[in-house]
């Protein structure tokens, strides 16, 4: 067997590249109204766009075949938001070259398709979706070399101070048949979801409700990698699998400032190639914000 060309990808996620500024209080009345007074009150001081700036310039320096977001691009989910966003991600990367999936930020209450996701239709949609007008399908799948990118959709309208996730039955087979389709191609499998995959990885009122049901396909049909977001923390945890073990990994939010070095804006590069063996190398390098030399610098290779 020939061995494969590396393949690089990046991920971030969490950036919240929205502003709050010009909203007006009849957009509010609602669970938005909530948000709002966080980001007034807290959010626009911790999530610093000139952070987030460092670490899209740095990331370019990679020069990545892929860049993965896994959601919260917005505040509070307003149809302003999802304009600001979309015009961020055209300076990311372009539609081919950057996967994008929902957060929960981005449900914050039910809206119309037209006035929010489908300004990142290109970015959400799998490669055979000819859709230009109607919701995304989920799980979707993007095909880049030997990379299969599974993208899925947790976020939903929850209550207020709930920031819970689901999936819901109908997906969660479709993920299944996804990775069993892709096994079959041999591609190396990644699987991206907003909120933490397994049960008791977050708080209650944080959690993937539908958690169980994840973990069970994934130790059934296994995977190469599972990228997610949500917790604003970098984490990497192991799951046993039927082919193996499964790195779960997250990294903190893009644009966060915090001065806990978990939560300090990061993103990781991932460099995937196939052995001889037909067995896959995977590397991981954490890229994160030193405030002291106002730059980013790798902080650990894995």
Request: overall charge positive.
């Amino acid at each position: 067997m020939i061995q494969q060309q590396t393949f690089c990808f990046t991920h971030l996620t969490d950036p919240h590249v929205s502003s709050l500024v010009n909203v007006e209080l009849s957009q509010l009345l609602n669970k938005r109204l909530l948000g709002y007074l966080s980001w007034r009150t807290k959010r626009r001081f911790y999530h610093l766009p000139s952070i987030l700036n460092k670490l899209v310039d740095d990331m370019k320096t990679i020069k990545p075949d892929h860049v993965v977001i896994s959601g919260d691009l917005t505040h509070i989910g307003l149809p302003d938001e999802f304009d600001q966003a979309a015009n961020w991600l055209s300076t990311v990367g372009t539609p081919e070259n950057v996967t994008v999936i929902p957060g929960n930020h981005e449900t914050y209450v039910g809206s119309g398709w037209q006035s929010s996701f489908a300004k990142w239709q290109a970015y959400l949609a799998s490669d055979d979706s000819s859709a230009t007008c109607s919701p995304v399908e989920y799980p979707t799948l993007r095909i880049r070399q030997q990379i299969a990118f599974i993208g899925l959709n947790s976020a939903y309208p929850s209550a207020p101070f709930l920031a819970t996730g689901k999936l819901g039955n109908q997906q969660l087979d479709g993920l299944q048949q996804s990775l069993e389709q892709t096994r079959q191609q041999n591609l190396f499998r990644v699987v991206i979801v907003h909120h933490p995959p397994i049960p008791g990885m977050t708080i209650w009122r944080k959690r993937l409700i539908d958690a169980k049901r994840l973990q069970q396909i994934l130790q059934q049909s296994g995977a190469g990698l599972v990228l997610y977001g949500h917790t604003h923390k970098t984490d990497y945890r192991e799951l046993d699998t039927a082919s193996g073990i499964l790195p779960l990994v997250s990294v903190s939010s893009a644009s966060s400032s915090s001065g806990i070095n978990i939560r300090r804006a990061s993103y990781t590069v991932y460099r995937v190639h196939q052995l001889e063996s037909g067995k896959w190398r995977l590397s991981k390098a954490l890229r994160q914000y030193d405030p002291e030399q106002n730059k980013v610098v790798e902080k650990h290779h894995w």
